[in-house]
């Protein structure tokens, strides 16, 4: 068993009743079935962050830093976040 560590940002954190979430998944999983795990533990997550079976375009999935996507990987450990786009700022 692999442990993952998701953190959730913006209207995803408040969604999911917090911003950090521990999952379990088998060895030689995905990032989807990391996924299928949070998603099983934070009802009404899936209606906020998925069209269809895919991620809604206005959600970012990073996997320890990096972009990634539903098809990778996981190890032990990893680190997996979402939030929505950034926007904002100021001008000067």
């Known amino acids: 068993m692999h ?19 521990a999952v379990s998944v088998e060895a030689e999983s995905t ?3 990391a996924l299928d795990a949070l998603l099983a ?16 375009d206005d959600v970012n999935l990073m996997q320890n830093g990096s972009p990634a996507d539903l098809s990778a ?5 990893d680190e997996l976040a ?7 700022g100021s001008a000067r």
Not at 6 to 18: K, N, S, T, Y
Not at 73 to 77: E, H, I
């Open 3 to 21: 442990t993952i560590n998701w953190r959730l940002f913006a209207d995803l954190a408040e969604v999911a009743g917090g911003r950090e979430h």
């Open 31 to 33: 990032i989807g079935d």
């Open 41 to 56: 533990d934070c009802e009404g997550l899936g209606d906020r962050i998925l069209d269809g079976e895919d991620l809604a």
């Open 73 to 77: 990987s996981v190890a032990d450990g």
């Open 82 to 88: 979402m939030f929505p786009p950034v926007t904002g």
